[in-house]
């Protein structure tokens, strides 16, 4: 059984910048595709950024392209999400997930996002970005 612990969320600013973790542990899957969710208040779950462990082949929803980050640390089974130029309405609970796939594609974060599996997700870190 996979475990996936994210942190990382507080307050910030509009214009500034946060740096999530999802730490893994338990039964790892290396080349399985590992994601970013967020959902804010009254909103669907959306896929935000995806990483393929065994390529770093990477996704980005388009409105963060360009100003967030995705990386994995395979020997310390963390993944990380760095967002910059952050705005007020991407305040939401941000969630890491792993999902059953070796792509990144929007349609597997979609999946995954309106289905919840398969795959793991962490329990979530909040995210509030004031204007």
């Known amino acids: 059984e996979v475990q996936l612990v994210d942190s990382g969320g507080g307050l910030v600013q509009a214009g500034g910048s946060l740096r999530l973790s999802c730490a893994i542990s338990g039964r790892t899957y290396p080349d399985y595709a590992i994601a970013w969710f967020r959902q804010a208040p009254g909103k669907e779950r959306e896929g935000v950024s995806c990483i393929v462990g065994n390529t770093n082949s990477t996704y980005y929803e388009d409105s963060v392209e360009g100003r ?9 089974n963390t993944m990380y999400l760095q967002m910059n130029s952050l705005k007020s309405e991407e ?3 941000y969630y890491c997930a792993i999902l059953v796939t070796t792509i990144c594609t929007g349609e597997n974060l979609a999946i995954m996002a309106r289905v919840r599996g398969p795959g793991a997700w962490g329990q979530g870190t909040q995210v509030t970005v004031s204007s």
Request: charged share 25%.
């Open 91 to 93: 305040t939401a609970v």
């Open 68 to 76: 967030f980050t995705i990386s994995r640390d395979n020997t310390k």
